[in-house]
């Protein structure tokens, strides 16, 4: 028998095209995603040299990044820069043949929230986008990681990269996450024990029974913020989850095809015995909901505790940075977290804004008011969680509790929209980053799950979920 | 590719760790479909003050660090996003090499696809420059890829490690993917042994 391998070692032999001599392994991709920020000075390059886009039917474009989320400013968009970088995606694609789906298309979405629900992304396969938190899709077993733009060049004209091998770290979460607990929780727990560089250079693989006992929007919001933990890609060995939750998509595989592509993804998981570079454990049931006090997401307490001081962390550098982070955040070093007060509050992202998030945010705000002090937001990741919510009347729970209901897109996660924070504003948000000026110019991010979020947006401060008066 | 083989520059010291790419360059600026012209954008939020005066306690707002081409930062440098438009920002600046302790991932691969050179060195090393760079007014170093070291002209000298193939790659200037097109070939191949369910399914 052969040596035992990892699921990442399985894709990785499976994509090899060859390797010269001295130089990286040539990785063959399965699917490319695109979208409008990361692109133009691509297709540019690929028009410079007189090249082709090698397989159109491996690439889907979209446009997220910078779309309004008001219905009414959807077909114009105002802001002139931003309107020609659509413009652009949307001459790129029709020139090179590349699928697009536009803003006014039924599958319009965040990047990493229409693929998956496409179908596009599925167990196996090498999948990259001009953007960081591709490694989302590794929520499917599959290998998926972010690229800056000249490599989405190198993709476009070859479907290959030059890839040195990264090492693999196991994450083995044992226990079950207790009531209130989510896989937001989870991740910023994770990037809390490990930090923002725990998994520099590594491949991270989730594994243990907190992990299987995931829905899939749950794994890929925890494979979403692998890259916050620096990692290169995230991954969870697929199961009958990711089966069922793929059977019958646009792009699955149909009839035998999925036959046998099921029997394939079923001897993906890691061989018993295969060897990981290395092993961290994580005990679910100490975890708890998490609120970042920082400007980054390894800044993290649990709803419970107090924000910082910085005068206790062991380094120098943690000090200096921490007291900056606090300057930043307008916080004192023991105020309990509960007591910090919010004004904005933003339901969305390609980490928390799938259906699944949607319902646990409305379960909270049902019957309940947004607090006059706070203005709330919920963005759908996608065009599709917006319609499935409102099917299900969730828009009607948010709209009476006093949340504005959006169009789909990344919205405030980045705002380079015109959904932005005001200078000092301090939000209470489910996107993945709370790195200074990210949701606005001196914005101030707290990073928090669904109904966290939802909660604060009624107390007007941050509350623990565990305690919430639900009302449904 | 702009080639890199051996720079000299006078040197700026960021003393901060995990210095993300929404610092290097803020979204506001990412709508550009150029990949020229980001300089002046290059740590907008921390070089300028809300009424745009450039703030005076940065550290590349001091007139000693001016042409400096040499950036000495904290660990994990240019986490966050994947944008290369923090590289293109750094080098349209004026950058050549950034030197830290650790870098991130996708941040140091965009670095050498345009030829600014991301240059690991050991925490007390970096902490030395750091050092040299606050306390002598017009400090620079030679970073020199060939020989895998950065020196001063006072005995300051350190090796680092890069990939044969990435020091090859930058010595040279190379066309990325006129390289990977020399292996048309067997791609053709890998694509004809490629599992049909491995293809989206045109519906
Ligand atoms: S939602 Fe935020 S993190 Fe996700 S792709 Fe959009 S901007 Fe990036």
Request: aromatic share 8%; charged share 20%; with cysteine.
């Amino acid at each position: 028998m052969s040596r035992p391998r990892t699921l990442f070692e399985k894709i990785w032999d499976d994509h090899v095209v060859c390797q010269p001599a001295g130089e990286p392994a040539l990785l063959y991709i399965d699917l490319h995603l695109v979208h409008e920020v990361t692109s133009p000075q691509a297709f540019e390059g690929l028009r410079l040299a007189g090249r082709r886009v090698r397989r159109p039917d491996l690439t889907f474009a979209t446009v997220d990044h910078n779309v309004p989320t008001l219905a009414a400013e959807r077909s114009i968009i105002r802001d002139p820069i931003a309107a020609q970088q659509v413009n652009a995606l949307r001459r790129n694609c029709r020139d090179f043949g590349v699928p697009l789906f536009d803003i006014d298309s039924a599958e319009q979405g965040i990047v990493h929230v229409i693929g998956p629900e496409l179908g596009l992304t599925r167990p196996g396969i090498t999948l990259v986008c001009g953007d960081s938190h591709t490694s989302t899709h590794g929520a499917f077993g599959a290998l998926a990681f972010g690229i800056g733009t000249s490599e989405v060049e190198h993709v476009l004209a070859t479907q290959c990269l030059r890839q040195q091998r990264p090492k693999t770290l196991q994450v083995l979460v044992r226990g079950s996450l207790p009531n209130g607990v989510t896989a937001k929780d989870l991740a910023l727990g994770i990037i809390g024990s490990i930090s923002t560089d725990g998994a520099t250079g590594h491949v991270i693989e989730y594994a243990g029974e907190a992990v299987r006992a995931l829905s899939m929007e749950g794994r890929m919001t925890l494979c979403n913020m692998s890259i916050e933990a620096g990692a290169r890609a995230g991954m969870v060995a697929p199961d009958e989850t990711t089966f069922a939750y793929l059977r019958g998509r646009r792009f699955a595989p149909k009839g035998a095809a999925w036959n046998e592509a099921v029997a394939c993804w079923k001897t993906l998981p890691s061989d018993p015995g295969a060897q990981f570079d290395r092993v961290v454990e994580i005990d679910a049931a100490a975890l708890a909901p998490a609120v970042t006090w920082g400007t980054s997401p390894g800044m993290v307490i649990s709803v419970t505790e107090r924000v910082p001081d910085p005068q206790r962390f062991p380094s120098e550098v943690e000090r200096s940075a921490a007291l900056r982070a606090l300057e930043y955040m307008g916080l004192r070093p023991g105020t309990p977290i509960q007591e910090v007060p919010v004004n904005r509050v933003f339901i969305g992202s390609c980490t928390n804004a799938r259906l699944e998030d949607l319902r646990a945010a409305a379960r909270v705000a049902k019957g309940h008011k947004v607090s006059s002090k706070v203005i709330a937001m919920v963005v759908p990741g996608s065009h599709a969680v917006k319609q499935a919510a409102e099917q299900e009347k969730l828009d009607q729970v948010f709209r009476e509790a006093g949340f504005e209901w959006r169009e789909s897109g990344c919205s405030m996660c980045l705002g380079m929209n015109p959904d932005i924070l005001q200078p000092l504003e301090r939000c209470a948000s489910t996107s993945n980053r709370n790195f200074e000026g990210r949701q606005g110019t001196r914005g101030r991010t707290h990073l928090v799950s669904p109904a966290m979020a939802a909660a604060a947006a009624i107390a007007g401060h941050f509350v623990d979920i565990r305690s919430w008066e639900y009302r449904d | 590719m702009q080639a890199f083989q051996l720079h000299t520059g006078r040197v700026a010291p960021l003393n901060r760790a995990n210095v993300d790419t929404d610092q290097i360059i803020p979204k506001q600026f990412l709508k550009r479909i150029e990949r020229s012209g980001y300089g002046q954008f290059l740590f907008y939020d921390w070089r300028y003050l809300a009424d745009g005066k450039p703030d005076p306690s940065f550290i590349l707002n001091h007139p000693r660090y001016a042409g400096a081409s040499v950036l000495v930062a904290g660990r994990n440098f240019g986490c966050g996003s994947s944008r290369e438009h923090a590289p293109w920002a750094l080098q349209d600046y004026g950058f050549r090499a950034i030197i830290a302790p650790s870098f991130a991932d996708i941040f140091a691969t965009n670095c050498t696809k345009n030829g600014l050179l991301p240059v690991v060195l050991s925490d007390p090393e970096v902490a030395k420059l750091l050092l040299n760079a606050s306390q002598f007014e017009g400090y620079f170093v030679t970073v020199d890829l060939e020989k895998r070291e950065v020196r001063d002209q006072s005995g300051f000298l350190a090796h680092f490690e890069i990939d044969d193939f990435k020091r090859k790659f930058l010595l040279e200037g190379l066309d990325d993917i006129g390289l990977t097109l020399q292996h048309e070939p067997d791609i053709t191949a890998y694509e004809r042994g490629r599992k049909t369910f491995a293809t989206p399914a045109s519906t």
